[in-house]
């Protein structure tokens, strides 16, 4: 099954199934927007509060393998800043992206952060075309890149 296996690779972590649950249903005003009149209906799907790891990330698109992130406040604290440091690297394991918006972006550029989401995504997936995973659905990072000796 498709979703089975994209569980697989993400890191999906059934026991916070539950407290994903509970973020659905209380996103912040921010989130909702976001969502509601963004990604919800994006031709890419997007999962809300999906669980990765160890972590609940704000919103997945599995096809492009990034998270976005909108952060509050909390998050421009030093332990919030380490916090969200050792979870990109977790989430840069399973080969995802994360991008990080503001609270405010969203607040006062909402517009331009549904554009720079579409840029990234669309850039992502017109580098897939190009280079297709390789037999046995794994990709190195350097694929397509020029390597250029020193």
Known sequence: ???EADYCYTGYNKNLKEVS???RKNLTRQEKKLW???LKEYPVRFHRQ???GGYIVDFYCSKAKIVIELDGSQHYSNEGKSYDKNRTLCL???GITVIRFANSDVDNS???VCMEID???SNILEKEKAFPEREGGSRRLTDGLNKQSP
């Open 1 to 3: 099954m498709e979703k």
């Open 21 to 23: 649950r509970t973020l």
């Open 36 to 38: 509601y009149d963004f």
């Open 50 to 52: 999906r669980p990765i």
């Open 92 to 94: 840069s394991d399973y």
């Open 110 to 112: 909402f517009e331009g």
């Open 119 to 121: 840029r990234i995504v």
